[in-house]
Structure formats: C-alpha cells, structure tokens
C-alpha cells in the first residue's frame, strides 16, 4: 500500500515499542529522513537507545499533532500510524489526523493501522482516495487504511451515507474469522479431553 523504499521523508505515529520503527527503516534509503513520534517517554526513549544510532532516525517524545514543529517546512511522502484513534477524545484525534494532512505531499499517503473500521468516517473527513485492506491472520485482525490527500475530503453528508456500507465487508469479515477460531479452539479442546 506504500513505496516506502522510494521515500524522502517519513514519519510514524505512535512509535510504541518500536515493532513497526525496525521493521521502516529496513526498507528505507539512505538519505531518507524518519521522524518517529511517541508520547510515553519511557517508550520513546528505550527505542531511542535500541536504534536510535541510525543517523536516519529521530525519535520524538511529543504527541504526533506537533509534527510540523519537527519539519523545518518539509513536507511527508509517508506517514505510518498506530495510533489508537478510536479510544482517543475527539479534539486529540481530529488534531493529529488535521496535522497528517497538512503535512504530506500531494502525493503523500497515511497508512493507518487499526484493530475496527470505527476510524474510518473520521479518515473520510480528510483524506480521499482511501485504500482499505483487511489483515485477517493478525492476531486480532487488523484494518489498514492508506489515507491520500489528492482528492480532497468527500462532502460531509457523503461520509454518513457512505460510512456504513463501506464497513459491512470488514465487519462481516472480522466475525467470521473470530467465529472460525472460536469453533476450532472449540474442537481442539474436545479432543483434550476438556
Ligand atoms: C498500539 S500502540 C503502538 C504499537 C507499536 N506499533 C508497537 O510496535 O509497539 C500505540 C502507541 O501510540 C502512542 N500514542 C498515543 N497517542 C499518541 C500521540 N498523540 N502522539 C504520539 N504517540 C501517541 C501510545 O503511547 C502507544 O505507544
């Protein structure tokens, strides 16, 4: 859903324990500039100590709504997030996904990662085209959404209509597959015995 190996600049929100930071800077150039944000300093700072020697990488221990304060008016071909949008307050996650916009390249695309499609109508606010894909053998099922910006956001009516069909295949999707190993946990259990 990305050309990350193709990128200049890039930056992550919500760096956590830094699977996905490792992982980015395998496929990035050499030139490539990666600012990684997490607001937890404990966590920020232990991927700072674990790969924090790649001259590429800068991790930042602010919230990710800040991230033009770090460009230095450089704009973002790729932004890849995990951040628990859904959990979050209303003002936080309209100000950070507000900030992702404004500082990609027309070009540029937000790839989000979440474990429910309820982000999604916030994402249509801001960003069209949207790509979705579902990650079924991640344990839970994960959504991806690569967010562009070369469309402009679709009309606010347009989201409600379209919100719910656009989620029906993701839900239906998720509850086959948590019934599916439910029954096959099931199964196992009855061979052993209890
Ligand atoms: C689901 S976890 C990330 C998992 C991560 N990919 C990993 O490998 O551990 C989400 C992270 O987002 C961070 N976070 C939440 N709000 C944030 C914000 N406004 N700015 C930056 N990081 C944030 C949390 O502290 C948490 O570490």
Redesign the pocket.
């Known amino acids: 859903m990305g050309d990350l190996p193709g990128a200049r600049t890039v930056v992550e929100?919500?760096?956590?324990?830094?699977?996905?930071t490792g992982e980015i800077l395998e496929r990035l150039r050499p030139d490539a500039t990666f600012l990684a944000?997490?607001?937890?300093p404990d966590?920020a700072s232990a991927v700072a100590e674990r790969l924090g020697n790649d001259p590429r990488l800068r991790v930042i221990n602010d919230?990710?709504?800040n991230v033009e304060e770090y460009l230095d008016g450089a704009k973002v071909d790729y932004i890849v997030s995990?951040?628990?949008f859904t959990s979050l307050p209303a003002g936080?996650r309209q100000s950070?996904l507000g900030a992702a916009r404004e500082a990609l390249k027309p070009d540029g695309k937000m790839l989000v990662l979440q474990y429910s499609t309820t982000v999604l109508p916030y994402l249509q606010r801001l960003f069209a085209p949207i790509e979705r894909r579902l990650s079924p053998l991640n344990i839970p099922p994960a959504f991806l959404f690569a967010c562009s910006v070369s469309e402009g956001p679709i009309r606010e009516e347009e989201v409600y209509d379209s919100a719910e069909s656009d989620r029906l295949p993701y839900v239906l999707g998720a509850l086959t597959l948590g019934t599916l190993l439910f029954l096959l946990r099931r199964r196992r259990r009855a061979k052993r015995g209890f």
């Open positions: 929100f919500g760096v956590g324990t830094g699977v996905y944000f997490e607001i937890e966590l919230s990710a709504e995990s951040i628990p936080p950070i």
